[in-house]
T-cell receptor, first 118, second 112 residues
Framework: AQTVTQSQPEMSVQEAETVTLSCTYD???????LFWYKQPPSRQMILVIR??????QNATENRFSVNFQKAAKSFSLKISDSQLGDAAMYFC???????????????FGKGTTLSVSS | DGGITQSPKYLFRKEGQNVTLSCEQN?????MYWYRQDPGQGLRLIYY???????QKGDIAEGYSVSREKKESFPLTVTSAQKNPTAFYLC???????????FGQGTRLTVV
């Protein structure tokens, strides 16, 4: 079974600085998708960025980028020019490219709480 | 606007009672999911459905039941067999293809 590990329960960053959140995963599959979701205090889950495993190029969305290392099974999220609104819990998630025992459900890590100070 | 609606936002249940959480989507998605979120535990999969009239257990299905009679609806019943039901519940949907999942606003269930 696939697992997702986020080893940093809490992280902090100052406004305008850069922070990197770590995520590792375990899978025997060759094709899959990886996601970072943001959950602010409202608790609404918001997609931040996604990465297809077959693409070598790292995904980027404005101030958010990932460092995808397929061989190492690592998928870190970098937030540049941090803003107060970035304060939230961030979840890393894995999804198989194939319908399997868990269908197309996302498998989540336990999350990293990011605080941003001014 | 298209989206996923969960209701109610807050729900209180007495011990020994069953309670049903509603989840409706108008995104025309085939697949729907229920997750449970506890502090420090991330999101854990309770049940999922990839098509109408079919659903499968996730990792923590004990004490829960679901139905999928319509494509738009995937209600979750928390039964009295669930020993620790107080949690935040999230419903999600996806096309079932290679896309992300979209989430509702969640329901906070408290046993009193």
């Amino acid at each position: 079974a696939q697992t997702v590990t986020q080893s940093q329960p809490e992280m902090s960053v100052q406004e305008a600085e850069t922070v990197t959140l770590s995520c590792t995963y375990d899978t025997s599959e060759s094709d899959y998708y990886l996601f970072w979701y943001k959950q602010p205090p409202s608790r609404q889950m918001i997609l931040v960025i996604r990465q297809e495993a077959y693409k070598q190029q790292n995904a980027t969305e404005n101030r958010f980028s990932v460092n995808f290392q397929k061989a190492a099974k690592s998928f870190s999220l970098k937030i540049s020019d941090s803003q107060l609104g970035d304060a939230a819990m961030y979840f890393c998630a894995y999804r198989s490219a194939f319908a399997n025992q868990a269908g197309t459900a996302l498998i989540f890590g336990k999350g990293t709480t990011l605080s941003v100070s001014s | 606007d298209g989206g996923i609606t969960q209701s109610p936002k807050y729900l209180f249940r007495k011990e020994g009672q069953n309670v049903t959480l509603s989840c409706e989507q108008n995104l025309n998605h085939d697949a729907m999911y229920w997750y449970r979120q506890d502090p420090g535990q991330g999101l854990r999969l309770i049940y999922y459905s990839q098509i109408v009239n079919d659903f499968q257990k996730g990792d923590i299905a004990e004490g829960y039941s679901v139905s999928r009679e319509k494509k738009e609806s995937f209600p979750l019943t928390v039964t009295s067999a669930q020993k620790n039901p107080t949690a935040f519940y999230l419903c999600a949907s996806s096309t079932g293809a290679n896309t992300e999942a979209f989430f509702g606003q969640g329901t906070r269930l408290t046993v009193v």
